[in-house]
């Protein structure tokens, strides 16, 4: 059975740093590549990048490129996403999901819901 | 980017309703579209993808179209397990971008 695992909720001050994971089982993380989607309070959900976990290659979008490094370890079968100094405004639910080669995406984590909040 | 605007954003049905759904991309997009359910609470759960296909374990009742740059997705009959928020997607362009959902809620 394809599972991603993610971890668990996070509560953060403004200009913390964070890394969330992704670990995948149930089929060789090195034959997908691996998306983080957000999802802000009550809104709808947006794609941030991807990570072909094979290589380390990834892709941005331009709205989050700079914002957050998406990184993988592909021994342990895991992804991460990760901010060098959170915003109040980076506060949301993100997900990982199983990405396709024609990017769409089939299997999703759980989410995990990163607050940010003095 | 390509914008994906959805309609309605709320829909009031009924058990037993047919209902459709409507994604309209702002260029084409060819039939690269897929389709999410959401409930309160959990992750997205892939429906549909290249626009018609069904993904593997999802009800027949769910089923989807294209006609240009409309895409429709359809429940024929709505069951009590339907009631969820509901998400295209197109994946032909890079980034990657969602409609804004429409929520279908108990009539």
């Known amino acids: 059975e394809v599972q991603l695992v993610q971890s668990g909720a996070e509560v953060k001050q403004p200009g913390e740093s964070l890394r969330i994971s992704c670990k995948g089982s149930g089929y060789s993380i090195t034959t997908y590549w691996i998306s983080w989607v957000r999802q802000m309070p009550g809104k709808g959900l947006e794609w941030m990048g991807r990570i072909d976990p094979s290589d380390s290659y990834t892709n941005y979008s331009p709205s989050f490129q700079g914002h957050v490094t998406i990184s993988a370890d592909k021994s342990i079968s895991t992804a991460y996403l990760q901010w060098s100094s959170l915003k109040a405004s980076d506060t949301a639910i993100y997900y990982c999901a199983r990405t396709t080669v024609t990017t769409f995406f089939d299997y999703w984590g759980q989410g995990t819901l990163v607050t940010v909040s003095s | 980017d390509i914008q994906m605007t959805q309609s309605p954003s709320t829909l009031s049905a009924s058990v037993g309703d047919r209902v459709t759904i409507t994604c309209r991309a702002s260029?084409?997009?060819?039939?690269?579209l897929a389709w999410y359910q959401q409930k309160p609470g959990k992750a997205p759960k892939l429906l549909i993808y290249d626009a018609s296909s069904l993904e593997s374990g999802v009800p027949s009742r769910f089923s989807g179209s294209r006609s240009g740059t409309e895409f429709t997705l359809t429940i024929s009959s709505l069951q009590p397990d339907d009631f969820a928020t509901y998400y295209c997607?197109?994946?032909?362009?890079?980034?990657?971008?969602f409609g804004g959902g429409t929520k279908v809620e108990i009539k």
């Open positions: 260029q084409s997009i060819s039939s690269w």
């Open positions: 997607q197109q994946y032909n362009n890079y980034p990657s971008t």
